[in-house]
């Protein structure tokens, strides 16, 4: 068996593979179903920790099977467990919203049958989830090595109205930022696995959902260079002047938006 | 064949569909040995008999996750210095940093690609034999 054909054999078993997934998947998105309104019933950590480990993996699973669209609702389905979890609420509308995210898997699954499966309009509900989950009309990622500078941008905008992810890795963000939708994107120049120009050419140059955000670059090197049509919205230097004018950049684009 | 080729790897996954595709991306497209194990529990009844050179390893599973596990597999005195690789969906530098203190020589992020899974742990292979 020559190398194409033994190629071709690999395809179509993994193809097999995804389909048998596919197939298993209403019966996961049950039991996950079964989980959440267990929770809403006032159900234990234990019980809350099956749940967690369930929606993560299904989150890797959908991943590998070539499915990022379920892996994009499972890490926002995570991320609103995992706040509810630090504020120990699982109030009605919080079992509402994860129903509402359990939806949306089940409509991927229809989606993902098609011959060219389009996940347009899986992006489009996500976003429209949470803007009506959250109490901020911006959506904002910080990418930072640093744990320090990180809780520097958090308690600086704290009184922004922008909801605030995190990550430290370059290479993660970016991966985040070709699937999930934010507003707004506050990044230090030097960060793990990809650099933060590195990530901007990317996002800039690739023709996704967060292809024309604002950018605001945090940059301790004062004669930082760019490709123009890829520059940042804002460069920040570090230094004393470093949270006014993060800050002020801040408010500066929340006001362009609500305007 | 050189002795430090790899062949032989323990993968320890809960997930059957996980499962399913790694070992096509390690047996059909790498060409490794595998020895699948569901649970730590099993890997640690399995493990010293399959005698593996490599254990890779998923993060989050019930009961023993994949730490407990490793810990547990370096108590068995074949698998004591047995290379580990863990394979997890959260990698953030901190996780990373304390899945190596753990004892994994390299991290690697779920969703994996199945076509590219082989190489990426040839790659990390050849680095620590290097």
């Known amino acids: ?18 389909d048998n997934f596919l197939e298993e998947l209403p019966e996961r998105c049950d039991t996950i179903e079964d989980s959440i309104l267990s929770l809403g019933n006032g159900a234990d950590d234990e019980h809350f ?8 993996s299904l989150k890797g699973s959908a991943g590998t099977h070539g499915i990022p669209a379920i892996s994009t609702i499972c890490h926002q389905l995570e991320d609103s467990l995992t706040t509810a979890q630090e504020t120990i609420t699982h109030k009605p509308e919080r079992i509402d919203l994860y129903l509402r995210y359990l939806d ?3 409509h991927c699954i229809e989606i993902a049958h098609d011959k060219r499966p389009n996940y347009a309009e899986i992006d489009q509900a996500l976003e429209a989830i949470r803007r009506h989950s959250s109490p901020h009309p911006l959506n904002g990622l910080i990418v930072e090595n640093s744990p320090a500078m990180t809780a520097l941008y958090q308690g600086a905008l704290a009184d922004q109205p922008v909801q605030l992810a995190v990550e430290q890795d370059g290479m993660v963000a970016l ?5 999930e939708r934010f507003d707004l994107l506050i990044m230090g120049a030097e960060i793990r696995t990809l650099n933060g120009p590195g990530v901007l050419y990317a996002l800039r140059a690739a023709n996704g959902i967060n292809r024309d955000i604002k950018v605001i670059l945090v940059s301790s090197s004062q004669r930082q260079s760019f490709v123009p049509s890829l520059a940042p919205d804002v460069l920040v230097p570090r230094g004393p002047e470093m949270i006014p004018s993060l800050t002020g950049a801040v408010a500066e684009i929340a006001r362009q938006a609500r305007d | 064949m ?6 032989r790897i323990l993968f320890i996954e809960d997930e059957a569909d996980i499962q399913a595709v790694a070992q096509v991306a390690l047996e059909a497209v790498g060409g490794f040995t595998v020895k699948i194990c569901s649970s730590g529990e099993e890997a640690l009844q399995a493990g010293e ?13 019930p009961g023993m996750d994949g730490p407990a596990t490793l810990l547990a ?3 068995l005195p074949t698998l004591a210095d047995t290379p580990a690789i863990f394979m997890t969906a959260k990698v953030q530098p901190q996780e990373v940093a304390q899945l190596r203190t753990a004892g994994a020589m390299a991290v690697i992020a779920k969703p994996f690609d199945p076509m590219t899974l082989a190489q990426q742990i040839k790659d990390v292979w050849r680095q620590h034999h290097a």
């Open chain 1, 1 to 18: 068996m020559n190398k194409n054909t033994s190629l071709d054999k690999t395809q179509q078993i993994l193809r097999q593979l995804r």
């Open chain 1, 49 to 56: 920790q099956r749940l967690y480990r369930e929606v993560h």
């Open chain 1, 104 to 106: 949306l898997i089940h």
């Open chain 1, 175 to 179: 991966n985040r930022l070709l699937h």
């Open chain 2, 2 to 7: 050189s002795n430090n080729e790899l062949q």
């Open chain 2, 49 to 61: 008999a399959f005698a593996p050179q490599l254990i890779l390893s998923d993060v989050m599973m």
């Open chain 2, 73 to 75: 597999l370096r108590q």
